[in-house]
């Protein structure tokens, strides 16, 4: 069964009556990724700041996804590494004012939602021309055959 369940708790960090905590998602799938090959996993240290607020570490995210490339039309499984996000999260707090690196969340269950976070940050993270690794290495010697005509043009108008 697919498990879908991003969500994490935090209600004993806003009691106060935890600080730190490291916990791991395992094995994850998402809707809005259903090219995923491998489901996503990572890890979250999750450090209290105050009654309404938690920070959130996450890293070593771990994934991968099924593709297409979009030169010779093979079937790929693609990862690239997704960096690591910082996240300060507010309990009931105004989604119009938050910032880039903050999150709101329900303060009442005290839990925290990672599925939107994670897959946008992955599919931030895919490159926009899908490449297997045949066509992407072909290109780069294009790529340094250029420069190298480029470097030559370049001594010769010298
Ligand atoms: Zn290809």
Known sequence: MKDTNFTIKVSDFLTGSALEDNIQLFDKFST?????????SCDVCI?????????LEISNISYSL???CDVCSAK???HWDVSDIFLKCYANYNKELLREDELSFDGKHGKIDLEDTLTQ????TQ??????SICGDKKQIKTDQTLEWNSIKRIIQQ
């Open 66 to 68: 099924d593709n297409t």
């Open 47 to 55: 450090k209290n700041w105050d009654e309404k607020t938690v920070f």
């Open 32 to 40: 809005s990724l259903p090219q995923l090959h491998d489901w996503i």
């Open 127 to 132: 490159e926009l021309k899908k490449m297997c």
């Open 121 to 124: 940050e992955i599919t931030l």
């Open 76 to 78: 790929y499984i693609q």
